[in-house]
């Protein structure tokens, strides 16, 4: 036996699930829609009774950006490309982690203040690995996926927004 390198549970040597190596659409769920999103539907659709957690992220609009009203968020995605470069990156995630299901929702049209634009979800054996996957997951989707942001301000105006820069060295392999 030896220790699993994130959360110091004992794994038999080389201990990876089948379904754990690869993604498949039976285990990797991807959306992107107009439709209001639903963390419940997340969760249920990760759902495995081999799990014993299950890890959220749920990216809401907020009213204020820099000290400007935010009226709303405006989402384009580029979907065929967005999928491909999804399940890449759920691939590298399933090298790090000992994951068993994901979850990416994502929104694209107007989404007012408060509502959810995105949501990821995991399951896995153990916590640990259902966060820190969680963690990469969203930070890999902020940097690489084509999707595209505009902020429309209470003043009228919009601005297409960047992801701000996010540091991928912490997610270097365990």
Excluded at 30 to 40: A, G, V
Excluded at 85 to 90: D, G, R
Excluded at 151 to 160: A, I, N, P, S
Aim: a negative charge; proline letters at 3%.
């Amino acid at each position: 036996m030896e220790k699993h390198s994130c959360c110091n549970h004992q794994l038999p040597r080389d201990y990876i699930p089948q379904h754990h190596r690869d993604t498949s659409e039976e285990h990797d769920h991807f959306l992107i829609s107009p439709d209001k999103l639903s963390l419940d539907k997340a969760c249920d659709l990760v759902r495995n009774n081999a799990a014993g957690a299950i890890s959220t992220f749920e990216g809401t609009t907020r009213n204020t950006f820099d000290g400007k009203q935010v009226v709303k968020l405006e989402y384009e995605a580029h979907e065929p490309l967005a999928k491909k470069e999804w399940l890449k990156i759920v691939q590298e995630a399933r090298s790090k982690y000992y994951i068993l299901d994901t979850v990416m929702h994502h929104r694209i049209g107007e989404v007012g203040v408060g509502q959810t634009s995105v949501i990821i979800a995991v399951s896995s054996a153990h916590r640990a690995d259902a966060i820190n996957a969680v963690h990469f997951l969203i930070d890999s989707l902020k940097v690489r996926l084509p999707i595209w942001k505009k902020e429309l301000l209470d003043d009228g105006t919009g601005t297409w927004k960047e992801n701000g820069p996010i540091d991928m060295n912490v997610h270097k392999s365990l």
